[in-house]
């Protein structure tokens, strides 16, 4: 698949490396000479961010490619993205120019502000140009607001969202269009009670960020607006909420209606501010930073499955599916090729080595991915039954390194109504980096005793069981701490 990114600023830079990542082909246009390194920039930091909120292997990434013009960039593309400056009359040159060339391919305009059917006006084809306004950056934050004009193409419109879902984003159809669409609209409203609060004295820049970054800004990070204040109702929830707060929506809380007069005053006192905040960062270093505190905050929301986090799981879940499930009952006798795991920044340590719990870590996917593939999945859990591990053995043969894409396998050496003996292998390609082997004890859980197995797991087990008799033992298999290797 080929994207042609139109503009490759901030945000165009953004959205081509979120396409390359994915495994698009990327084309991109846009005449400013510095516009290459700027890019490599952002795509430096995208490869440094983006694969550390999967848990499955990144695709190979796709081809980049600068354009000499716009109709060589968008020749041949499935899509196109257009990051050109917020100038409205500067839009309709391009797309004028781009529909001379590919007429009918979906056009998302990045804009933060413009509605479609101004974006529209006098396009040879405007059913094909709609809104997929993203946030910065691009390659890690999942939210695009996408707009379609008063008239488009239903499904494109469709086409373009389950797109954008297989880059790992979060499409937000508006109902309709509507000036700086939803997201903006927030923003704009706190920016100018903020640009009030600094004009008047009443607080710096900092201490705006402070009274964001300490409170509110967490709490809206996971749960939003209405959300967190049904829960500021208590046990009598949204209404009673309203009904405490109506009343002050005529007090002077805010002056929405009213903006400062934007001068170089104004300007000054901002930007001075800001520096003294800020200015002992680069905006490359603030950029990192900010990139890290987003990948941390969002395996939080991944690992509880919650907001943007869930977004990430879907992800991973829906690519999880395209990969081929192991035969149930092998007709080889083969190890189990259960997972594929990727070496993520957060896995790595002062060495540059993956860090000794991961390799267990990835055996304990590889353990969870064969229970489920026989049957002793969440539902059994939940029925009251589970394997548990009564013993692991972990042989290290070799050091994995970021970015390494990892292969978890199983052999089962022994099984029967209670136990299973097993041999899981750590590759990286065909090279074994790990050995565990691991004695698994079938439990009643409320009971807390050993027992039999339900009928229908076994079925599954035992049959594997007896395929990978076959197979010769492996060295490794049956060591104690200590022993000489042969
Ligand atoms: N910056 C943000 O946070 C943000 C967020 C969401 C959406 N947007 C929207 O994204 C768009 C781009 O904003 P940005 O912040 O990336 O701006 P930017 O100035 O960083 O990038 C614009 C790029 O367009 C290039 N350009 C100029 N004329 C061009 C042409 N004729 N053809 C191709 N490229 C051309 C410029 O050289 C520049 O590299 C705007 O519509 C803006 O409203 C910005």
């Given at each position: 698949m080929k994207a042609a990114i139109i503009g490759g600023g901030v945000i165009g830079g953004g959205w081509a490396a979120r396409f390359l990542l994915n495994g698009w082909d990327v084309a991109v246009f846009d005449p400013d000479p510095e516009a290459p390194r700027k890019l490599d920039a952002i795509l430096q930091n995208a490869r440094a961010s983006l694969p550390a909120l999967s848990d499955l292997p990144m695709p190979t990434e796709g081809r980049l490619r600068f354009a000499d013009t716009l109709a060589e960039a968008v020749t041949g593309a499935d899509y196109i993205q257009e990051s050109v400056p917020e100038r409205l009359e500067m839009k309709h040159r391009v797309y004028a120019e781009i529909q001379r060339a590919t007429p009918d391919v979906p056009l998302g305009s990045s804009t933060s502000g413009f509605k479609p059917?101004?974006?529209?006006?006098?396009?040879?084809?405007?059913?094909?140009?709609?809104?997929?306004?993203?946030?910065?950056?691009?390659?890690?934050?999942?939210?695009v607001e996408i707009v379609p004009g008063p008239t488009h193409d239903k499904a494109l419109i469709t086409r373009v969202k389950n797109l954008l879902r297989d880059l790992g984003m979060f499409p937000l159809h508006l109902r309709r269009e509507i000036d700086a669409h939803i997201a903006d609209r927030f923003l704009e409203a706190v920016w100018r009670e903020a640009l009030w609060l600094v004009r008047d004295g009443i607080a710096t820049t900092g201490e705006i960020d402070e009274a964001i970054r300490m409170g509110f800004g967490l709490r809206w990070a996971q749960m939003g607006l209405f959300e967190t204040y049904r829960i500021a109702g208590g046990e009598a929830g949204m209404k009673h909420f309203m009904a405490q707060f109506g009343p002050c929506l005529t007090s002077p809380w805010t002056k929405l209606m009213d903006v400062p007069e934007f001068n170089d005053e104004l300007v000054d006192l901002i930007a001075s501010q800001s520096d003294v905040q800020s200015g002992h960062h680069t905006i490359a270093d603030l950029e990192r930073i900010r990139d890290g505190n987003l990948i941390g905050f969002l395996r939080v929301l991944k690992d509880r499955d919650w907001g943007a986090g869930k977004v990430l799981r879907d992800h991973d879940a829906r690519r999880r599916t395209a990969i081929p499930?192991?035969?149930?009952?092998?007709?080889?006798?083969?190890?189990?090729?259960?997972?594929?795991?990727?070496?993520?920044?957060?896995?790595?340590?002062?060495?540059?080595?993956?860090?000794?719990?991961?390799?267990?870590?990835?055996?304990?996917?590889?353990?969870?991915?064969?229970?489920?593939?026989?049957?002793?999945?969440?539902?059994?859990?939940?029925?009251?039954?589970?394997?548990?591990?009564?013993?692991?053995?972990?042989?290290?043969?070799?050091?994995?390194?970021?970015?390494?894409?990892?292969?978890?396998?199983?052999?089962?050496?022994?099984?029967?109504?209670?136990?299973?003996?097993?041999?899981?292998?750590?590759?990286?390609?065909?090279?074994?980096?790990?050995?565990?082997?691991?004695?698994?004890?079938?439990?009643?859980?409320?009971?807390?005793?050993?027992?039999?197995?339900?009928?229908?797991?076994?079925?599954?087990?035992?049959?594997?069981?007896?395929?990978?008799?076959?197979?010769?033992?492996?060295?490794?298999?049956?060591?104690?701490?200590?022993?000489?290797?042969?």
């Open positions: 059917s101004e974006l529209q006006k006098g396009a040879r084809h405007p059913s094909a140009i709609f809104v997929a306004h993203p946030f910065n950056p691009v390659y890690l934050l999942p939210l499930a192991p035969a149930l009952i092998p007709d080889a006798a083969a190890p189990l090729v259960l997972t594929q795991m990727q070496v993520l920044p957060g896995w790595i340590d002062h060495n540059g080595h993956m860090t000794e719990s991961r390799y267990l870590f990835a055996a304990s996917e590889t353990s969870d991915a064969l229970l489920r593939l026989i049957g002793a999945d969440m539902d059994y859990v939940a029925g009251g039954h589970s394997y548990y591990t009564a013993e692991s053995h972990i042989t290290h043969l070799g050091a994995a390194k970021l970015g390494d894409h990892l292969t978890g396998t199983v052999q089962v050496l022994g099984a029967d109504e209670k136990h299973m003996h097993i041999v899981i292998t750590i590759a990286r390609q065909d090279t074994p980096v790990a050995m565990v082997e691991q004695m698994l004890l079938h439990v009643d859980m409320t009971a807390g005793q050993t027992c039999p197995a339900a009928p229908a797991v076994l079925d599954r087990l035992l049959p594997i069981r007896d395929a990978h008799a076959a197979l010769p033992r492996p060295a490794q298999a049956g060591r104690h701490v200590g022993q000489r290797k042969n």
